[in-house]
């Protein structure tokens, strides 16, 4: 059994409902930061429905998180961001070809963390 085994395993196992929901997380970052700057072919932003995603899939996410018992319906955005992380990480090393994706969920945990918390305080509750 390989590393990549491995984790895909331990995510089905322990964060079942989490699992899924970081699949739709991982490719609506992708989405978003791949529609930067481009635009339909009627000179429609394609960002904003792209974030729009990206925000469904992060709360969706952050439920399933309390779902799967990892984090307190109470919990502060701040452990549900430290939660986000260390599953993401589990799902990258199982996962690594959505650079784009975790590269972006890095920064907006990291350099934007303030807005992130917000949006997820918005978001859960």
């Not at 729009?52 to 452990?79: F, I, M, N, W």
Request: aromatic share 10%; net charge positive; glycine share 4%.
């Amino acid at each position: 059994m390989n590393e990549k085994d491995v984790c895909l395993a331990s995510l089905q196992r322990h964060v079942p409902h989490t699992f899924v929901a970081m699949q739709h997380l991982v490719m609506a970052m992708d989405d978003y930061v791949k529609s930067m700057g481009k635009k339909t072919i009627f000179g429609k932003e394609k960002a904003p429905a792209a974030y729009e995603k990206y925000l469904q899939h992060l709360q969706r996410t952050c439920l399933a998180l309390q779902r799967d018992g990892q984090v307190s319906p109470s919990a502060t955005s701040e452990e549900i961001i430290l939660k986000l992380q260390s599953v993401l990480a589990l799902f990258k090393r199982a996962f690594p070809n959505w650079p784009n994706a975790y590269m972006y969920f890095e920064w907006s945990t990291t350099e934007d963390k303030s807005n992130t918390a917000g949006l997820i305080t918005l978001l859960v509750g």
